[in-house]
């Protein structure tokens, strides 16, 4: 679906958005074919949240170039480590992305930044669950209530968008060399996009801000997500949401179990 941006949104893109595209289109007009759709579920104006799955180290580039199309720029949170890399750290400071620094006094940062965007009527990218999905069949696993938190102080929209498709490029961990875990860049593979209708929080709206209420919020923005996937992959999700800290559990109890 074409992107329904404007001259006026164009321009909100500035210098280092559009060199971030400049250097990120062209190799994924290359590898990929897209099917793309939901564009018209993104707000027109005033801030709002992305919330996205994750199964590839491709994935933000190819959901990068979708919210580029929308015609609205996106604020992405991304590993601190990332905006020290030379040139790529310059152009993602120079385009407006936000670092997160995790386990440090400056982690909260990332999370001030974040509603000051939306505040200011800008869009910001979440990847809920914080880093590549655990779940073996690469379903979305359980995830962090910082978008959440973020939806509730300000009241903001929050879009659910599921991508699949980047993964059959470069797998998830791959490491190349022999065997299935490899960048696959040919033949070109179809990504797969889909943004949907704004979740629905208003039960959650007015009430304290705290673990449980964030739990509950984070849930139904999981479920959302998880059933967008359901409709690119065609089938369903197991029932209970993948949670690394219960398959470990249930690990240690087996290995114990063995001795």
Known sequence: MP??????????YGFWYRLAAAIGKPP?????????????????TGGFLTVINHNSYLDPLVYGH?????????????????????VIGRILHGAGQIPVYRGSADAAHAFRAAVEAVNKGECVAF????????????????????????????GAPVIPVAQWGAHEIIPRYAKGGKGDRRFQPFPRHTVKVAAGPAVDL???QGKPITGPVLREATEAI???????????????????RYDVQRAATEQRKEREAGR
């Not at 992107?3 to 909100?12: D, H």
């Not at 999981?222 to 209970?240: N, Y």
């Open 202 to 204: 208003s039960a959650f």
């Open 28 to 44: 994924l007009f290359l590898l990929t074919k897209r099917d793309w759709s939901g564009m018209e579920n993104f707000p027109e």
């Open 3 to 12: 992107g329904r941006s404007t001259k006026a949104a164009r321009r909100r």
């Open 66 to 86: 979708f919210q580029y199309d929308s015609g609205r720029p996106a604020r992405f949170l991304g590993k601190a480590g990332v905006f020290k890399v030379p």
């Open 127 to 154: 990847y809920p669950e914080g880093t590549l999905t655990r779940d073996p069949d690469l379903w979305p696993m359980t995830a962090k209530t910082g978008a959440a938190r973020v939806a509730l102080m300000t």
């Open 222 to 240: 999981m479920d959302a997500i998880t059933a967008l996937l359901e409709q690119l992959r065609d089938e369903k999700a197991p029932p209970v």
